[in-house]
């Protein structure tokens, strides 16, 4: 499956952006969804993960509360709805897909990755 993320951008504290991602390739609905990022300098880590039909999802504390992945399987997009954003949101946002079913916040489970989206939070 392809994957390609877009909606990144430059915002300021307390912003919101909402980044989408889109596949093709291969039947969306049978893979499951996360988004990762990776801040310079920093390992990339998880920030959210989607079911294969959206009924479960689950968030990394840091971004608990305040973003929020959901997925549209008619559009084969994944989106990630960021609010109340802090300067150490900031990084480069990747989607990837899981053909797994168990839950997972392990990149190296992920088989499937977009280019990725910056994010830059300004104080």
């Known amino acids: 499956v392809q994957l390609q993320a877009s909606g990144g951008g430059l915002v300021q504290t307390g912003g919101s952006l909402r980044l989408s991602c889109a596949a093709s390739?291969?039947?969306?609905?049978?893979?499951?969804m996360g988004w990762f990022r990776q801040a310079p300098g920093k390992e990339r880590e998880f920030v959210a993960r989607?079911?294969?039909?959206?009924?479960?999802?689950y968030h990394a504390d840091s971004v608990k509360g305040r973003f929020t992945i959901s997925r549209d399987n008619s559009k084969n997009t994944v989106y990630l709805q960021m609010n109340s954003l802090k300067p150490e949101d900031t990084a480069v946002y990747y989607c990837?897909?899981?053909?797994?079913?168990?839950?997972?916040?392990?990149?190296?489970?992920?088989?499937?990755w977009g280019q990725g989206t910056l994010v830059t939070v300004s104080s």
């Open positions: 390739g291969r039947t969306f609905g049978n893979y499951a």
């Open positions: 990837a897909a899981d053909r797994g079913v168990v839950r997972t916040t392990t990149r190296w489970d992920y088989e499937y």
């Open positions: 989607i079911s294969r039909s959206g009924g479960n999802t």
